[in-house]
C-alpha cells in the first residue's frame, strides 16, 4: 500500500530565505504525487501535481517540485519564502483504484519570520 | 458559485441535535469525499463515493451518516455526536479516471458542546 511520510512537522524561515519541505512516498507503482496548501480556516488548495511527465513541476505561488525515483522522494522549494506562503503543507500520492484515494501525509506547518 | 462549496461554514450542536452538513460541486466530477481534519491529527477520510454509489466507509461511527443524492451534491446527517466529533469537516471532488487530483471545499467547523 502507499504511504507518505513528511519529514519535519513544523519548519521556521526567514522571509526571502529557501523554503524546502520534505516529503518521501512509498509505492509499488509509479505514483500520481500531490502538494496541497491550507491557509487557516480553509480548505486544502492544489498547489502542483506529478504525473509522470517531466520530473520538475513547476505549480502556483512558485512553488515547485522534484520527483526523484532513486530516493523516493517529491520535495517541495521555493527560493525565497514571502509572508503570505506561511500555512500548512500536505504531500499526497494517490492510491490507484475504483476511487482514486489520496493518502496524505501528516502535514508541515510552515512559519515565515520577517 | 465555482469549485467546491460547503455550508454551513461553522456548526455549533449539543450532544442530542441533528444536523446535516451539505457539500456541491461545480466542476463536473463524479467523485466526492468527505474527510475529518483534527488538531495534531492526519486528515482521515471518512466516505467515498463514486458515481453516486458509496464505495468506502472507514469505519466510521454510525452517529455520521452520508448522503450523495446526484453526482454534484453531497451531505453528512449528524445525530447524537460526542465533544470528539469536533473538528474540521472538508468536502473533496475529484474524477475517478486521469490524474485523480482533489479539490476541496472550505469545510464546516463543527463544535460539539
Known amino acids: 500500500a502507499q504511504s507518505v511520510t513528511q519529514l519535519g512537522s513544523h519548519v521556521s524561515v526567514s522571509e526571502g530565505a529557501l523554503v524546502l519541505l520534505r516529503c518521501n512516498y512509498s509505492?509499488?507503482?509509479?505514483?500520481?504525487l500531490f502538494w496541497y496548501v491550507q491557509y487557516p480556516n480553509q480548505g486544502l488548495q492544489l498547489l502542483l501535481k506529478?504525473?509522470?511527465?517531466?520530473?520538475l513541476v513547476k505549480g502556483i505561488n512558485g512553488f515547485e517540485a522534484e520527483f526523484k525515483k532513486s530516493e523516493t522522494s517529491f520535495h517541495l522549494t521555493k527560493p525565497s519564502a514571502h509572508m503570505s506562503d506561511a500555512a500548512e503543507y500536505f504531500c499526497a500520492v494517490s492510491e490507484f483504484g475504483a476511487t482514486n484515494k489520496l493518502i496524505f501525509g501528516t502535514g508541515t506547518l510552515l512559519a515565515v519570520q520577517p | 458559485e465555482t469549485g467546491v462549496t460547503q455550508t454551513p461554514r461553522h456548526l455549533v450542536m449539543g450532544m442530542t441535535n441533528k444536523k446535516s452538513l451539505k457539500c456541491e460541486q461545480h466542476?463536473?466530477?463524479?467523485?466526492m469525499y468527505w474527510y475529518k481534519q483534527s488538531a495534531k491529527k492526519p486528515l482521515e477520510l471518512m466516505f467515498v463515493y463514486s458515481l453516486e454509489e458509496r464505495v468506502e466507509n472507514n469505519s466510521v461511527p454510525s452517529r455520521f451518516s452520508p448522503e450523495c443524492p446526484n453526482s454534484s451534491h453531497l451531505f453528512l446527517h449528524l445525530h447524537t455526536l460526542q465533544p470528539e466529533d469536533s473538528a474540521l469537516y472538508l468536502c473533496?471532488?475529484?474524477?475517478?479516471?486521469?490524474?485523480?487530483?482533489?479539490?476541496f471545499g472550505p469545510g464546516t467547523r463543527l463544535t460539539v458542546t
Open positions: 473533496a471532488s475529484s474524477q475517478t479516471s486521469g490524474t485523480s487530483e482533489q479539490y
Open positions: 466542476l463536473g466530477h463524479n467523485a
Open positions: 509505492s509499488s507503482v509509479p505514483p500520481y
Open positions: 506529478y504525473t509522470s511527465a517531466a520530473t
